[in-house]
C-alpha cells in the first residue's frame, strides 16, 4: 500500500504501518493536552494505542498463519489507524477452511482477553467499571482497559456482516449447506439487515454507527458481486474469453503515437513489442498520465508497464479471476504452447460475466 513504511518480516509476511498512523498518535497526544492530563498519562496513552495495534498485528497474522496450512500465501499485514489489512493471496473457498481462516482473527483476541483475566480484577459493577475507566489510560487500569479491547474487537469482528470476519463465518457455515454465491447473498443480506440496524443507532445515539453501517453495506455489495461473478466464470476457460484481435505498438515509438491510436479506436490497451517481442503493455491511464506531465515526445517504452503476465489457454477463468481483478489495469497475454495467441483484460471478463447474467436471467424467466 502506497505511503506504508516496512517494519520487517514475520513467517516470510511483510509488515508495514501507514504514515496516516502517525497522526492517529498525535490525536491522542493532542486530546490528552485538551483533557488536561499530565505527561505521564498522556505517555500510558499512546503506549497503550501501540499494544492495541500490536494485538491487530497478531490478529491478522492469526488469519494468516491459518490460511498458511491451506498454501494461501499472505503478501503482507499494512496497520492503518482503522485496524489491520492482510493482503491474502485468495480467500479459501472450502466452507471448513474459510470458517478455520476467518475465526482465527477473533480467537487471538479471545485468547489474549483471557490470558489478561488472570492478572487482573474487574470491578464488579458497571458504575465502578465507568469509573475506573473515566479516569483515562494510567498503570493502575492498563491491562484492564487491554482485555476489555481484545473483548470488544473480538466481538465486534464477529459481527455476522461483511467484510468483518463475522460475515465470513456466517458465509463459510452456510456453504455447508448452500452454494458458495447463494451462501454469500444471504449472508451479505444478513450483515446489510444489521447495517441498517447501526444507522438508525447512529442517528439516536453515536453518529460512528452510521460510518459501520454504510462501510458494511458497500461491503457487502462487493463480496456478493465478486462471488456471483466467480459463480458465473465456473466451469469456462481462458480461451473462452480470449481476444485473438488486439493492437500493438513498438516500444520506440513516441507516447504521441499512442494518443493517435487512442483516439483513432476503441482499443484501451496496447501490447507494446520490440523486435516483435512482447516487452510491456500500456493502458490509456498510462497515455493520459504522459500527455499531462507532457511526456508526448517520450518513448512508448519510458512509460510502458513492463510487467508482464502470461495466461494460459486453457486455466479455469475462476482460478485466475483474482489475477485478472487485481490487475485490471494490465493487459494480460494468453500462451498457448508457449506462444502467444491472445490478450485479455478486466473489462473483456465484465463484458462476459454480463452477458452470462443475462442469459442467466433469461433462462430462468423462460422457465
Given at each position: 500500500?502506497?505511503?506504508?513504511?516496512?517494519?520487517?518480516?514475520?513467517?516470510?509476511?511483510?509488515?508495514?504501518?501507514?504514515?496516516?498512523?502517525?497522526?492517529?498518535?498525535?490525536?491522542?497526544?493532542?486530546?490528552?493536552?485538551?483533557?488536561?492530563?499530565?505527561?505521564?498519562?498522556?505517555?500510558?496513552?499512546?503506549?497503550?494505542?501501540?499494544?492495541?495495534?500490536?494485538?491487530?498485528?497478531?490478529?491478522?497474522?492469526?488469519?494468516?498463519?491459518?490460511?498458511?496450512?491451506?498454501?494461501?500465501?499472505t503478501k503482507d499485514i499494512t496497520l492503518l489507524?482503522?485496524?489491520?489489512l492482510a493482503q491474502l493471496e485468495r480467500i479459501p473457498e472450502k466452507p471448513i477452511e474459510e470458517l478455520l481462516v476467518a475465526i482465527a482473527g477473533p480467537l487471538v483476541n479471545l485468547t489474549l482477553a483471557l490470558l489478561t483475566g488472570f492478572f487482573i480484577s474487574v470491578p464488579e459493577t458497571a458504575e465502578t467499571l465507568l469509573a475506573e475507566l473515566s479516569k483515562g489510560i494510567n498503570a493502575n487500569n492498563f491491562f484492564l482497559n487491554f482485555f476489555l479491547v481484545n473483548i470488544w474487537l473480538a466481538i465486534f469482528n464477529l459481527i455476522p456482516a461483511f467484510p468483518m470476519d463475522?460475515?465470513?463465518?456466517?458465509?463459510?457455515?452456510?456453504?455447508?449447506?448452500?452454494?458458495?454465491?447463494?451462501?454469500?447473498?444471504?449472508?451479505?443480506?444478513?450483515?446489510?439487515?444489521?447495517?441498517?440496524?447501526?444507522?438508525?443507532?447512529?442517528?439516536?445515539s453515536n453518529p460512528f454507527l452510521i460510518f459501520i453501517g454504510l462501510f458494511v453495506i458497500v461491503g457487502a455489495q462487493i463480496e456478493t458481486e465478486h462471488a456471483e461473478a466467480k459463480y458465473l466464470l465456473k466451469n469456462y476457460k481462458v480461451r473462452d474469453v480470449v481476444m485473438t484481435q488486439y493492437q500493438t505498438i513498438d516500444a520506440d515509438e513516441k507516447v504521441e503515437k499512442a494518443i493517435a491510436m487512442l483516439l483513432d479506436s476503441q482499443n484501451?490497451?496496447?501490447?507494446?513489442?520490440?523486435?516483435?517481442?512482447a516487452v510491456g503493455t500500456l493502458h490509456r491511464d498510462e497515455i493520459i498520465t504522459a500527455l499531462a506531465l507532457k511526456k508526448e515526445n517520450e518513448t512508448i517504452k519510458e512509460i510502458m508497464n513492463k510487467n508482464l503476465i502470461f495466461l494460459d489457454v486453457d486455466a479455469l477463468l475462476e482460478d485466475v479471476f483474482e489475477k485478472i481483478y487485481e490487475n485490471k489495469l494490465t493487459l494480460m497475454l494468453v500462451n498457448e504452447n508457449d506462444k502467444i495467441i491472445g490478450t485479455l483484460d478486466t473489462e473483456n471478463i465484465l463484458e462476459f460475466i454480463l452477458i452470462k447474467e443475462v442469459k442467466t436471467k433469461k433462462a430462468y424467466a423462460n422457465f
Open positions: 500500500m502506497k505511503g506504508s513504511l516496512k517494519l520487517g518480516k514475520i513467517a516470510g509476511i511483510g509488515i508495514f504501518i501507514h504514515w496516516t498512523f502517525s497522526l492517529l498518535l498525535l490525536f491522542i497526544i493532542f486530546i490528552n493536552y485538551r483533557t488536561g492530563y499530565s505527561a505521564l498519562q498522556t505517555a500510558w496513552s499512546v503506549l497503550f494505542i501501540l499494544v492495541v495495534f500490536v494485538t491487530v498485528l497478531l490478529h491478522e497474522l492469526g488469519h494468516a498463519l491459518v490460511a498458511k496450512n491451506y498454501h494461501i500465501k489507524p482503522i485496524g489491520g463475522g460475515g465470513r463465518v456466517l458465509r463459510a457455515i452456510l456453504s455447508f449447506r448452500f452454494k458458495r454465491n447463494v451462501a454469500t447473498k444471504i449472508a451479505a443480506r444478513t450483515g446489510q439487515l444489521l447495517a441498517i440496524g447501526f444507522i438508525i443507532l447512529g442517528f439516536i484501451k490497451s496496447f501490447l507494446v513489442t520490440e523486435n516483435k517481442e
